[in-house]
């Protein structure tokens, strides 16, 4: 066991980890500029609003912020398509039956109720929910951004009343996604007792052989067969508690 | 009346000489006590007969009483002048005399007055002399035996009102006449009644009547405004603000000063009478005022003297009048409208919403304003003047609906030149979102509310479960 705690499986390519900063910075623009529009009767809206030139500015930089999130999304949308498409990439984040099965299993295995948490493939269930969470609503939060920026060609076609529709939705989306960033994206990627103090997967790219085998212990059977995984079956058969250990020794 | 020089030189021996015994009795105020006995023995002499009622006769047929009260006497400046030094003769020679009338014997009598003094050739004596109905003479103002000090007189406004309560004109340089004759009842109606005249006219007073000249009636009138100032300070620096002042330094003269609104001596409180408050302004901006007259405030002020509906000033404000064409101006609109329409007690009188004033500041536009206020950097963006009109405003409801739509969608186009009919529509008319007026901002709206509690609860559950599981197997 000892010897495979230094043993990395490379996970992330290094296109994705730049994607993902590259998301996260214009994420964190976006909401910076657009909370602080939506709840711009508290001071610190004030004060960022003010710091960042005024009002104006602050709405040049989230629409143009927009943009850049526009394109990081469509391209991000391509590239996967054509991936899965033509270069037989595998969809590992599409939603499969035992995504919800897992969300049951585990929360049975916290409350209790059995003896094992869900063993889950190269994507957990709380991985899929984000990454679908970000998609889905970030083509909502550009579909509807695009409709405030330019609500007098949008009501060209579309009752006016589509442009407060578009705003409820943009703001309360926006209010949504940024709680679930800052409750369950931090706390998985950095305050978990899994990961604290950060999950560095995203910052290189590759994850230890112990934390795959505990996460995720489908694609490790997959990828290096039941032969390779003596200690595998050894873990997975082990108690819960014995994972624990592994993951506490670094 | 006329006395060559050597007369009047020993007129003013005598006069300081009097003046001096004047100064005598006020440092002995006991001499002053009301008995016959305070009166030198001369003048008791002729107070023997003089205490009694009794009259003289004129050949007109006219009498007038001789008698003098002591009172009167013992209150006048003159009483240690004597009686023999007016009237020329004592009780031992009393003289018979014959007068053809009243008017000939006041005339008689007053020459004395000139022995001692001159101000009738001085200032605004001479002025007024020359311009008075024959056969003025002094006692008609000053009285006779009561003489009294003229600063004693002024302690009232009556010693001004003396020459004022008659018809008298003054005179501009350039041939404009004002009239200055005061009527003590409209004096006493003002909210000034219990200030005197040498309040405001400072540099009046009982002795001094300085002879000026302006150009016109109007420079009067700005450089009377001054006096209002002394008092009223904090008015006075709000002006100094106003459009008003401002053009007035540019020389445009015919702008107001604060008599052209609150009146000279009829002064009422400012306050009281909203409808006259607005006829003021009127008297210049006449066609705005028309254009108010018939719009829902001024209607309701007008025809139901309805004392809520807001004048002029409550937007313009009184004093510190700006230009309403400014950035500045239309950038606390909302403000101003909001005064009535947020107030929920004024605006529940009429069924009115007072949610309108919130709907717009929370809005895209409000918040834009909102900002720029504060950035400093005003730009032109939409107010409740530009769908709801200036002067003109309507009511929202009923007939008036159609034509705010007609307003707004033109206001649009202002900045977002390709909006269509459909563009307005994109606000919801100050209405709160609800299931009939925008459903679907109402349902979308419902739907977070509930929604985003449900998953971050959710959320934080899982967190705690899955701490909890840790803690538990460790």
Redesign the interface.
């Known amino acids: 066991m000892k010897k495979q705690d230094n043993e990395y499986i490379k996970r992330l390519h290094p296109l994705r980890i730049k994607e993902h900063w590259a998301n996260a910075i214009a994420f964190l623009l976006l909401t910076v500029t657009g909370l602080s529009q939506r709840f711009h009767d508290y001071e610190l809206s004030q004060w960022i609003i003010m710091n960042l030139g005024g009002i104006d500015a602050a709405r040049l930089i989230h629409r143009y912020t927009g943009i850049l999130f526009t394109l990081l999304t469509f391209q991000h949308i391509l590239v996967a398509s054509f991936g899965v498409l033509f270069f037989k990439w595998q969809p590992s984040m599409v939603i499969h039956k035992k995504d919800f099965t897992d969300v049951i299993d585990n929360l049975k295995y916290y409350l209790g109720m059995s003896e094992h948490p869900a063993r889950c493939d190269r994507f957990d269930y709380k991985q899929k929910f984000e990454y679908w969470g970000v998609v889905v609503g970030g083509l909502l939060m550009i579909f509807t951004g695009f409709m405030l920026w330019f609500p007098a060609q949008v009501t060209r076609i579309l009752p006016g009343e589509f442009i407060p529709a578009a705003k409820a939705l943009h703001t309360n989306e926006a209010l949504l996604a940024f709680l679930v960033i800052i409750v369950w994206h931090v706390y998985n990627a950095i305050f978990s007792p899994d990961v604290f103090p950060l999950d560095t997967v995203i910052f290189t790219g590759k994850i230890s052989k112990a934390r795959m085998i505990h996460e995720h212990p489908l694609e490790y059977e997959r990828l290096f067969g039941v032969t390779h995984g003596d200690s595998l079956i050894e873990n997975s058969e082990s108690s819960p508690a014995g994972v624990g250990e592994t993951e506490q020794d670094p | 009346m006329y006395q060559s020089p050597s007369e009047l030189e020993g007129i003013m021996i005598v006069r300081y000489f009097i003046l001096s015994i004047l100064l005598f009795a006020f440092l002995f105020p006991r001499i002053c006590s009301a008995t016959v006995s305070a009166l030198s023995e001369d003048d008791q002499m002729c107070m023997n007969c003089h205490n009694e009622e009794q009259f003289i006769f004129f050949e007109s047929g006219e009498k007038l009483s001789v008698r003098v009260k002591l009172e009167d006497v013992l209150s006048s400046v003159h009483k240690v002048v004597g009686c023999v030094n007016c009237h020329g003769f004592t009780s031992a020679e009393h003289p018979k005399r014959n007068f053809k009338t009243r008017k000939q014997y006041s005339s008689f009598s007053a020459k004395m007055c000139t022995k001692c003094h001159v101000s009738h050739k001085t200032q605004i004596h001479k002025k007024l002399m020359s311009h008075a109905p024959a056969g003025t003479v002094c006692t008609d103002c000053h009285g006779s035996h009561s003489v009294r000090f003229a600063r004693e007189m002024s302690a009232g406004n009556r010693y001004c009102l003396g020459c004022h309560s008659r018809e008298l004109v003054m005179k501009f340089k350039n041939g404009e006449k004002q009239d200055i004759q005061i009527d003590e009842k409209i004096l006493n109606q003002s909210v000034h009644k219990n200030l005197s005249c040498t309040d405001c006219h400072f540099g009046f007073s009982a002795e001094d009547h300085p002879v000026r000249a302006f150009k016109s009636k109007r420079d009067y009138s700005i450089a009377m405004s001054d006096s209002c100032r002394r008092c009223h300070f904090d008015k006075y620096t709000k002006t100094l603000d106003s459009i008003h002042f401002n053009l007035m330094t540019q020389g445009n003269l015919s702008v107001p000063v604060c008599t052209d609104c609150h009146g000279a001596h009829s002064i009422l409180s400012g306050r009281k009478e909203k409808l006259s408050n607005a006829k003021k302004c009127g008297q210049c901006h006449a066609e705005i005022y028309r254009v108010y007259a018939n719009s829902v405030h001024g209607g309701a002020l007008i025809s139901e003297h309805n004392e809520d509906a807001p004048i002029c000033s409550d937007c313009h404000r009184a004093h510190d009048i700006v230009d309403p064409k400014t950035l500045g101006f239309r950038s606390i609109i909302p403000n101003m409208c909001g005064n009535c329409h947020a107030n929920k007690e004024l605006m529940k009188k009429y069924g009115l919403s007072t949610a309108v004033v919130d709907t717009y500041l929370q809005d895209f536009h409000g918040?834009?304003l909102?900002?720029?206020k504060?950035?400093g950097?005003l730009k032109p963006i939409a107010v409740c003047i530009d769908c709801h009109g200036i002067h003109d405003i309507t009511k929202a409801r009923g007939d008036g609906e159609d034509l705010i739509k007609a307003n707004l969608l033109r206001r649009c186009q202002k900045c977002?030149?390709?909006?269509?009919p459909?563009?307005?529509?994109?606000?919801?008319s100050h209405y709160e979102?609800n299931f009939k007026k925008?459903p679907?901002?109402y349902a979308?709206?419902l739907?977070?509310k509930i929604?985003?509690p449900f998953?971050?609860f959710g959320?934080?559950l899982?967190?705690l479960?899955?701490?909890?599981?840790?803690a538990?197997?460790?």
């Open positions: 918040v834009t909102k900002f720029y504060q950035q950097n977002h030149p390709d909006a269509t459909n563009f307005p529509d994109s606000w919801i979102p925008a679907m901002v979308i709206n739907l977070y929604f985003i998953m971050i959320l934080l899982q967190i479960l899955h701490i909890w599981r840790y538990v197997n460790k």
